[in-house]
């Protein structure tokens, strides 16, 4: 991977040019960094990386400019899924599962760049909200649709199982959205600090905690309402399960490298759980969600930012979030 | 209506027998205070009223007992109406709306008394919440009904329409629940700054302000996702359709004494909204909700409660309710 | 309204090109043959009218092309609201209630015509689906809202009120989604003959039969699940209102062209109901439920399909729907 | 295991007396007849078996006969999980996961008799529902619950992995329900056969069929909406994941005896597929949906019972349900 001079974007006549001032660093990005199996599989060099990002509209295309709803100079973030809009998912609400789904960042020129250009149909304007948090709505989606999907979580008890920054963000909005109990687990001290601040009742080291046994203690003996499972690790899944309460939910975004052994018998079907594996952000209810809760003040996702970096210190950016005492970072592109 | 001597009421097997701390005076008990049509014909006296209470457990009947759950010396408050559990409704999570409800305070004796029995199923443990708090759990569980049916009201806008003491607690609750923008409106002033500080964003004044005007300059021209309509009245109705956006909801709990001329087409069918009528507490989904929010401290009802009077006293707390400048009226019995 | 020559429409590079095999005439159409006060306000003449139709392709706009999943010569119906996509409803999956909605053969040229234009997003392949049943489905779609919001119709108990064809169509439906029950009620015999051949297990006729009192007769007296009010008519409504069970819901789909008086305590508040005002079709939920139900032959409209007239009889296909005795009438184009 | 006399259950003050006329064998019956190790460590001999039955009420216990809903002479089935009511699952709709469950035949004595005494609140009126098939509701409501849950199965996909009894009965409650493709799954021709009688489009088998392949091919190559898993076998788990479509849903109720090697992220989370444990049946949402089905005569279970012994036959029962070639096998015990 490195820093080369790559011609503007061309802009489509349903397109939008935006120059990046923001742009968030993911796990993703890391994965391309190692070039790891997935990786040497999915990308197809050369490819501009990076999938998070907000910025400032330079140029719409004939088609953009005549629907009347965005103008040069409009602060904007984008959904960075580009999807067909036609089969039976993206026509009932799950367009976020699209067989045809292009990723920016990874099957087309991303946003670790100057310019990016986008589809109108994916622009979100910011509308007051700062853009370095604009720059981060990719993953914020990512933590309101893992604590929010199954709906009803007033006053219910939850716990998010790895405190990386989508669980701090999945922590923030549990509380925002009228949790009454919020649990947090990482093996991390630093990330269980950041959960924390972003509003966990309480907070576990699986290293020296029963954290299922802890779970019980404080919800009455019978678990929590729901879980958010974010470690993408088999011993989180086990957790997860067994923490959950009868009746309970499992919304896993945490993607494992390997498989896990699940006894469905004693901790899914006679406790009667549901489990939903959460993929992207729902096209549009979570970016609707989302944008309220960032507007109104009632989620602030910025105690989780703990790093940024100019585009060209990115060797930098990728090395404080494989040192682990990193919350999000950002990188400072223009402004 | 007077205060006189009468036998303890007799604890039955399934029965608990509960010496009466508190209770709440109701909209229903200033009707029945009147005698007017409604109450002239459903109540058939003697019988003592009063439905919103809390107090301490004294006898519990043998099969109560042998449920081990509960025990004397517990505090407790009780759902009252008293439902049969076959019907359709009462099987299907519909137990409010059982066609053979029994409500204690209309159709049975109630609790402006020292003691009240109480069938087991409907008793239901303070376990730390206030016995003057537990003592409205009744019309608290009615905001929480009116405020939380449809669901989704993380990052929501929301109107309430009529700000007596369940509008106010529904103000509350919206505010716990995540809402991101709370809007109020009563032409009392004093139950206004009741609304205000239980948490609503802007309260209007039908007297001057242009309601849906309003509404709809604070939500970008398309309404509110949710109306809770309490003020029972006709033109309250008609601002509830006008406020909604399109595939909003209107949550219609205040009783009208008269009929209402609704123009569907306009209002409902082409707007797409749905409305919804809220009796009573979902028993028991309302209640579970209810006794978290309070537990944890999310939603203090205390600032609604103005007044609180001895039981001798009664004509003084229906005198504070009629002038209307009271918001919830409590009566100590004992303690 | 006469029938002259048109150019054929323009076929932008989004569109899509259809030469007409029949159509649908609607009520809409006839409010539009009289010009009464709604088509005077709304309609700009000269426009083509018809919104109900299905065809062939036969030119396909470059992006529309580019997308590869039509073709010349493809078997296509298509939606006739044109939204936006951008507003709070189009992303949240409420598409069916954009405030920037055009409808064809209201807001612009429609499909009683050789050809129409139709955007790409909005055409659906028949795929099997015999054209003259394609032609029909923008009135199946409105019955399949009508039927199915609200879910869980197995199993349940419902009512039609007003048998013209869509209420003959959600007849039909509410058979194919398991309904245990299906009552219907109109004044016409022709309408009610129809409304048994589409599956209803009854059928009632206000001038005869208290039709509130029949329902409870056969619901073991606690009234339906579900009503589906067709009619429009103040009457309707409070039938509707009176024979849903406590809990209950009523889709209301027929436009009044006058108010309704309501007794909200009495009808909607007491009772728990839940009204729910239907326009259009959802987009694209509705059109999948629909093409599943008609391919697998498990609703098949065409009982209800009483008259086919070419495109220069059309004062007569207006006319037998002015008679009454007509159930839907189709207008054969080409083929 | 073997028969013997036993005084007539008592009948409490709030219990009804049951004379048996018919009941069902089931799976979990063997477990017993076997003396496996989930039946060692669970149950405490004496104990009657037998949790799936019908009869006729002989005696009513005081409180029980006060509520005057049921009399003797009537015919009855009942719901065999005795729950205590209180705690959130069942304050909540989810008594079928009440952690206090008392199982009638395994807990407490059950219906392998001539006579069994059940709570009033689990017993349920025939209503012209015939005994035999009332004797077999505990299993068709799993049935029901398996293929009901998520809703909306108007038109559906679903695959059926394992059509034993309660897998035949999910086959016929889809068709009933409006599916619009049911597919079902089993190595045994026999059971294959039963399938197809209850309404299955295609059956599959496989040792010979790739059955995520036919199911792909027969749904566009997307998948099914619905998986009933039915097998209980990790390899029906893996076979579910990879037939559900993305953003499908898998109910699964058959019980493994192993653990399953589960690869969440390709399977369950990049899928954004819905995992559901089935137990029980809901309490009572599941009844009422299955007596409606039977009564309407649109659900007909018959074709599934295969066998019929009268009591002393017993184990003449429990040799043609491990022989293979048995559906549903019931013993007449009076009538």
Known sequence: MELVERPTPVCGSRDVLIRVHHAGVCGTDLHIWEWDSWASNRLRPPVTIGHEFAGEIVELGNEARAEGLLAI???????????????????????????????????????????????????????????????????????????????????CTALVLGCGPIGCFAVGVLRAAGASLVLASDFNPFRRDLATKMGAHYSFDPAKDDVVARVKELTGGIGVDLVCEMSGHPDGHVQAFRAARP?????????????????????????????????????????????????????????????????????????????????????????
Chains 1, 2, 3, 4 share one sequence.
Not at 263 to 280: C, P
């Open 73 to 155: 100079g409009d602060l904007v973030t984008a959904e960075g899924h580009i999807i067909c809009g036609h089969c039976v998912p993206c026509r009932t609400g799950h367009g976020h599962l699209c067989v045809r789904t292009s990723i920016i960042g990874v099957d087309r020129d991303g946003a670790f760049a100057d310019y990016i250009s986008m589809p109108v149909s994916n622009v979100m304007k910011l509308d007051g909200i700062p853009t370095d948090v604009g720059a981060i709505m990719d993953p914020i989606g990512n933590g309101v649709h893992t604590a929010l999907e199954g709906g009803d979580i007033t006053g």
């Open 247 to 335: 009746g309970g939910r499992v919304n896993m975004l945490g993607t494992p490298s390997r498989t896990t052994e699940v006894d469905f018998a004693r901790d899914i079907i006679f406790k009667g759980l549901t489990l939903y594996g959460v993929t992207g952000r729902k096209m549009y209810t979570t970016w609707i969600q989302m944008t309220r809760l960032l507007r109104s003040g009632q989620f602030d996702p910025r105690p989780v930012v703990t790093h940024r970096f100019p585009l060209d210190r990115i060797a930098d950016a990728i090395g404080v979030i494989k040192g682990g005492s990193a919350g999000k970072v950002i990188l400072d592109i223009a402004s």
